[in-house]
């Protein structure tokens, strides 16, 4: 059990350490970076070009990707965060920066008695970025790298706006790369030639 405070303990201390150095240029940023679902129509389009475009083989992977990806993310909401049920940082600790209608707020106990109660662990954008990348990394390295760099920041942008403690971060990253291996290993053996 002292183990477990220790890690909690430190948890909490990387976190106030990591959201509140602040910078303009990341004040502006990371609202923008973390926001996945935006991105999402850009990357539909790409993957069903492809899927016109490419061979059989590329269309199983582009398949298997997004299926991997999927079956992610219902994990990490569906199973993960109700079992362990970890409250948000802005839910549980005062003076975490956190932004609401563009503007960015200190939490305090007043601010926090009006959020609504919300789940941390694990960070669900950690979980998908990190399937993405190391699912593509066993196909294609550079995209990979390229994948792992987005999965990175991504990751940090939760910490910076205080919705998610870096252990949530790290444990979805481990999870999201167990996950995209996983798929990308069963894949290859049932990919077409």
Known sequence: MEFLYRLKELDEHLLILL???????????????????????FV???????????DNRERFFWIAGIMAVIVADALCARLLKPFFARPRPYNMLDGIYIIKKGEWLLTNESLRSGLKLKFSFPSCHAVNTWTAASYVSLFHKKSGLLLAAVAFVVSYSRIYLGVHYPGDTLFGAVTGILVGLSFGLLIRKGMPQ
Do not use: H, Q
């Open 19 to 41: 959201n509140g150095t602040r910078t303009s240029i990341l004040d502006w940023a990371m609202p923008r970076v973390t926001e996945i679902g935006s991105i999402i129509p």
């Open 44 to 54: 539909l389009l790409f993957v069903c070009w492809r899927l016109y475009k490419g």
